[in-house]
Nanobody
Framework: QVQLVESGGGSVQPGGSLRLSCTAP????????MGWYRQGPGKQRDLVAG???????NYADTVKGRFTLSRDNFETTMYLQMNSLEPDDTAVYFC???????????????????WGDGILVNVSS
């Protein structure tokens, strides 16, 4: 299994900024696609922003112009810079990645999609 590690959430006032990070472990040798989803109170989990396998970036209409997705040179750490935060951005944010990873002490390879545990972003005055 692959454990995605999320960080950077917290509480902020409207108009403020936060940066979320998501890191895949070293046993991951290939990231096919990776993105952030969020689930607000009483709502379904929806895509916020993500990288496709071809490297293009997609954003939800509600965050375009405010959120920016980026990743490191190894493409195993992804960042979501969130600016001009609004109360409607309050949610638990989940990292998702479909990856190739080593198993059995790096003697075999497997593929799968994995979720992080989620991190709370709270925007309120």
């Amino acid at each position: 299994q692959v454990q995605l590690v999320e960080s950077g959430g917290g509480s902020v006032q409207p108009g403020g900024s936060l940066r979320l990070s998501c890191t895949a472990p070293a046993k991951v040798f290939k990231v096919n696609n990776m993105g952030w989803y969020r689930q607000g109170p009483g709502k379904q989990r929806d895509l916020v922003a993500g990288f496709t396998e071809s490297g293009t970036t997609n954003y939800a209409d509600t965050v375009k112009g405010r959120f920016t997705l980026s990743r490191d040179n190894f493409e195993t750490t992804m960042y979501l810079q969130m600016n001009s935060l609004e109360p409607d951005d309050t949610a638990v944010y989940f990292c998702y990645a479909h990856v190739g990873y080593y198993t059995n002490g790096a003697t075999a390879r497997s593929w799968g999609g994995f979720w992080g545990d989620g991190i709370l972003v709270n925007v309120s005055s």
